[in-house]
């Protein structure tokens, strides 16, 4: 079989060497004669593995001491509703920075450094004036350092970066904790998951699992620093390719592009069908860039080798060559 590279902005990929581990000790794990996914939440070997998937995330993500990590359900979009139920007390209100303009009387500040749909990052901390700063860290989380000391609560979504869907990681400072709204469900509550390390109900425990094999992949490969400079030079790659070719384009201005997600667009779009199906005749998989954008979308996370953005440049140019008027 063609070997297979997969662009999805998620679900995505995930390093080879972890869905392998993951394989082999599917159906007895640690010789327990069980899957992992079948074992009690608070059985001792089970929170083991789970205390030991937040040390390693603390490790290479530098999380200090003041900043509780939560292992969560409900996605990125669960969080949406979680962190103004858990930060925004009555009649207070929060600023979201769309366009890059935030005032000073907020509750919290918002903002997406990765936006996964347009191809957008934000490279620069906005300065808050200490106004707790949130971010949606889900396309962008361990895909380079950070100081997670600028931030008042980071979450993400594990499936891009982390691991399968159904997990979702928050960073929270302490001091935050414990202003939840009356109305918040409890499962939504930082301060009860916090005092439950995350187990107050049964924790999404395969997805946890599996996130701790990449936490591990992550370190031995030398950290957030080393995927960092490799996750710099496919991005390279990629825009090099787009650039320099006029049958390609993607018109984000240079220091914003993302180099988590990398939207780029035929400037023949009759042709967008024509290159999908032979992208994927090679194995270069859901380049199809997002509904709302169109074109096409190269997802490029940790988990991507370089192999795959040195293949997809390519088939890019192969196929310009062989389209070019
Ligand atoms: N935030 C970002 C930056 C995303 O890219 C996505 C999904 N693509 C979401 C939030 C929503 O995540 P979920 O589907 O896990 O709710």
Request: contains cysteine; proline residues 4%; hydrophobic residues 40%.
């Amino acid at each position: 079989m063609t070997e297979v590279f997969n662009f999805c902005a998620g679900p995505a990929m995930l390093p080879k060497a972890v869905m392998t581990q993951a394989q082999n000790e599917f159906i007895n794990w640690n010789n327990t004669g069980s899957s992992v996914m079948e074992l009690s939440h608070r059985s001792s070997i089970y929170m083991a593995m789970a205390a030991e998937a937040e040390a390693d995330l603390r490790d290479l993500m530098a999380i200090p001491d003041n900043y509780k990590v939560l292992f969560c359900h409900g996605g990125g979009r669960g969080q949406f509703s979680a962190v103004p139920l858990n930060l925004l007390p009555q009649g207070k209100s929060a600023d979201y920075i769309v366009n890059g303009s935030w005032s000073r009387d907020a509750a919290y500040v918002h903002y997406c450094p990765n936006e996964t749909v347009d191809g957008i990052e934000i490279n620069d901390i906005p300065e808050t004036y200490g106004v707790p700063l949130v971010a949606d860290m889900s396309s962008t989380i361990l895909s380079h350092e950070i100081d997670v000391t600028k931030f008042g609560l980071i979450y993400a979504g594990a499936q891009k970066n982390i691991g399968p869907s159904g997990l979702t990681i928050v960073v929270v400072r302490e001091d935050l904790l414990g202003n939840a709204q009356l109305a918040t469900p409890c499962i939504m509550n930082y301060e009860t998951s916090a005092d439950n390390d995350s187990m107050y109900n049964t924790p999404p425990t395969y997805a946890w699992y599996l996130a701790g094999l990449v936490f591990k992949w992550l370190k031995e490969l030398g950290g957030v620093k080393a995927i960092a400079k490799i996750n710099k030079a496919k991005a390279e790659l990629l825009y090099q390719a787009i650039d320099s070719n006029s049958f390609y384009q993607n018109n984000i201005e240079q220091q914003y592009r993302s180099k988590m997600n990398i939207p780029f667009w035929l400037v023949d779009e009759s042709l967008n069908e024509k290159f999908l199906t032979q992208a994927e005749q090679q194995g270069l998989m859901a380049l199809k860039g997002h509904r709302i954008v169109g074109g096409m979308r190269a997802s490029v996370y940790n988990a991507m080798p370089i192999e795959g953005v040195e293949a997809l440049v390519d088939f890019m140019q192969k196929f310009a060559s062989e389209n070019s008027l």
